[in-house]
């Protein structure tokens, strides 16, 4: 009998559904797998984004305990996950993709389509944590009042839903995979080159030790070689520009034609594109085009 594998994650809605569909996918594949329930400092602290200091708040702790063999598998919303890697640890796979696009919900006394870029009333009070997203609202629509928004999505939601902001701006990713009720809320979801999504936005990353071969050989197969690609390219883009989550950096890569790679990013005020062969090639791309925008030196 192969041992039952055990997965690292945070205990929030999201972070369970995320671990619960890779652990469905291991059965699939014939394996049994338990939860270890990780609490991380961003569980526990409610300081917006900008004010904590280091990288990884979402994703250390459960990393720790992979490297502690309490558990054999982490599962991370990808774009939680610092560029620089862990000594031990190896990113064993990146599953099939989500919508990486952003979702914009409005109340309807703010909502107003004829507005233009974005379907809100002047001065409309939009809630988000991300810094990336309050630059590029601020950018589009430098009326509207951008307002701190911390919490799990169904707990930003519930905000909107009492009226704390007219508006709020997250990943259509968690709310399509938590089914989150939107009735009585417009929603529209946003293409990536009005808004640039996070790189990595809508994948999940799952690390195992680097010594566990057997494990890396299973999770081998929840590999999809397009998410895979992808991801590659924005977070080439945001290691060259040394920034984690708190980065106002927007990446978005598309695999086209035979195996080449387009890049999107939004960065400094400004929209980034290229084509090229392979991930590196794409992310060196975009980095030499921002490099040029600011002689001065970017990242930071
Ligand atoms: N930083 C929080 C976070 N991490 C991953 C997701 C959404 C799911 C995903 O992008 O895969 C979210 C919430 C959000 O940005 O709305």
Redesign the pocket.
Known sequence: MPRTVRIATRGSR?ALWQARWVAAELARLGRGSELVIVETQGDRERLPFAQMGGQGF?TKAVQDAVLAEQADLAVH????LPSAGVNGLTLAAVPVR?D?RELLLVRPEEYAPEEGLLPLKKGARVGTS?VRRRAQLEALRPDLQVAELRGN?PT?LEKLRRGEYGAIL??Q??VH?LELDLRGLHSRVLEPRLVVP?P?????ALEARASDTELLELLSRLNDPLAQRSVAAERGLMARLAGG?QLALGASAQVVGEGGLELLAWYGGRLYQARAASPEAVAEAVFGQIQAEFPQGVGG
């Open positions: 999201l979402f919303s990808f774009k939680d989500e990486a991300a999505v930003r997250l990943a990713a968690g995979r996070a990595a936005q809508g994948a999940l989550c």
